[in-house]
């Protein structure tokens, strides 16, 4: 099949490369001209794993094509994925500007059946609104052109993108057309050999389904991060206590880590559009409310014990920080924890080292220039290097090399033995017993 990707970030770039993987024929399109010139070279604008050699294979094979505009091969396509971003509004609300200059673009050039797919995620009834822009832009040409929009939402993890893409748990398909619901099933045939995970349902439901999964998994996280904080003011292990919950199948294992927060592109801007949504239907979202506020909080939990520990003015103070993403196995920092932590410390006078296995571009493109200017923030390649001569040091992404560090080095190298721990990596009695300070999430 032909098909077009428009947005070649994250969700777009992983969905181009795997269905070119299957087969199939795909143009990437990207207004961002600097991504397209360096992916036709050879440069991923963002990193994956695995995603590099899937990109090379198939744009060598000429199955993937990039384009900054839609361009000739996009022309011949019968589908056309939307993946572009839907960054929140002021009010908090999905920004759709993005998605509508797709949808207008796609109805300035489709001349034959077209299945226009929402991969964006997207509050429920924009399929509606894609549907109405297309149309009218089909009259503007006096064209008399069908075509069906479908909701595809797309749940990839970043860090292990391509392995979700390629073997993906479900696949949640939602329109209301025959035709649409073949194009579907055929496009996504190849990635379903073992067993069908096909959901077929109606488009609002399908829009829907995105939020409320991606809902739940932050109120996971906010409601362990509640029962981490108390647990800290009455002397319970919340370690022992999340083993004891994740025991119970009812509740699982996953989602259940205290932490400084949940942050990347996706579960503040979705939970927050959520809220946007319920208000915007004289409804209000008690749950998801206290899902975002207890986030918000949980994000200055660190910098407070660090406050609490050396005062409120960390003049002369200097922190190694290990981590910068939002997560492990991706350089997104977008709402990253450790960008409130940033803040934080470096507001409150303090200098910081930071290391991030691949997130070290993405800081110099995201966080304050003067910070690296006055040297109040250094970039260092070696994880050890941030910790010389350090007052503190503080995890803040969970990193695999930083499991199971040096610990006898990190004590020889700090000025003084202090770690702060925000993912809970470290275990505290082993810790103090080698004469560290230790403070963790909820203990
Ligand atoms: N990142 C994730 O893990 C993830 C997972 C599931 C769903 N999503 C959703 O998928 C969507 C895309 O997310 P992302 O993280 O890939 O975003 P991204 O910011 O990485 O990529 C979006 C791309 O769209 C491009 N773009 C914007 N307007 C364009 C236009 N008019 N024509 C062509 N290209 C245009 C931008 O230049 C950018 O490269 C969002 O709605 C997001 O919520 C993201």
């Known amino acids: 099949m032909k098909l077009t990707i428009i947005g070649t970030g994250y969700v777009g770039l992983v969905t181009g490369a795997c269905f070119a993987e299957m087969g199939n024929t795909v143009t990437c399109v990207d207004i961002d001209r600097s991504k397209i010139d360096g992916l036709k070279k050879g440069v991923l604008p963002i990193y994956e794993p695995g995603l590099e050699s ?28 939307i993946a572009v971003g839907t960054p929140p509004g002021e009010d908090g609300s999905a920004d759709l500007q993005y998605v509508q200059a797709v949808a207008k673009d796609i109805g ?5 059946y077209t299945v226009v797919v929402d991969k964006s995620t997207v509050p429920v009834g924009t399929a509606d609104k894609v549907r109405a822009v297309i149309q009218a832009e089909l009259e503007k040409r ?38 649409a619901r073949q194009v579907m099933r055929d496009l996504y045939g190849p990635f379903m050999r073992t067993h069908e995970r ?33 647990c800290e003011r009455m002397g319970v292990d919340v370690e022992n206590v ?31 559009a959520l809220v946007r949504m319920a208000k915007d239907h004289n409804f209000e979202p008690k749950v ?4 975002e506020s207890r986030n918000e909080a949980q994000k200055h939990v660190l910098i407070e014990k660090i406050r609490k520990r050396f005062g409120a003015d960390l003049k002369n103070k200097k922190f190694g920080l290990w981590g910068l993403a939002f997560k492990p196995g991706t350089d997104d920092m977008r709402e990253a924890s450790s960008v409130v932590l940033l803040h934080g410390l470096i507001g409150a006078g303090a200098t910081v080292k930071a290391y991030d296995p691949v997130a070290t571009e993405a800081a110099k493109r995201e966080l304050p ?15 050890y290097d941030a910790l010389k001569d350090a007052d503190g040091m503080i995890l803040i992404t969970e ?3 930083f499991r199971h560090p040096d610990f006898a080095q990190i004590k020889k190298i700090m000025k003084s033995p202090i770690i702060f721990d925000g993912r809970n990596q470290y275990d505290p009695k082993s810790l103090r017993e080698a004469g560290f300070e230790y403070t963790g999430i909820g203990r």
């Open 54 to 81: 899937v990109v090379a294979n198939n744009y060598k094979n000429g199955r993937l094509q990039f384009c900054s505009s839609l361009c000739d091969p996009a022309a011949e396509s019968s589908v056309y994925f």
């Open 399 to 401: 990193w695999k090399p």
């Open 288 to 291: 998801l409310n206290a899902v």
């Open 369 to 383: 220039r003067e910070w690296f200017a006055d040297g109040k923030l250094t970039l260092v390649e070696n994880q």
């Open 242 to 272: 999340r083993q004891g919950i994740g025991s119970d199948s009812r509740i699982g294992y996953s989602f259940i880590y205290p932490g400084a927060g949940y942050g990347g592109s996706c579960f503040p801007k979705d939970v927050k």
């Open 198 to 230: 096909i959901l077929f349902m109606g488009v609002r439901d399908a829009e829907m389904t995105k939020y409320a999964g991606n809902a739940m998994l932050a109120t996971k996280i906010s409601f362990m991060n509640e029962i981490a904080n108390l």
């Open 108 to 112: 300035q050039h489709i001349n034959h």
């Open 142 to 179: 006096a064209k008399n052109v069908s075509f069906d929009v479908v909701s595809n939402p797309e749940f990839l993890k970043e860090g292990a993108a391509v392995e979700d893409f390629m073997r993906p748990d479900r696949v949640v398909i939602g329109t209301d057309s025959e035709k």
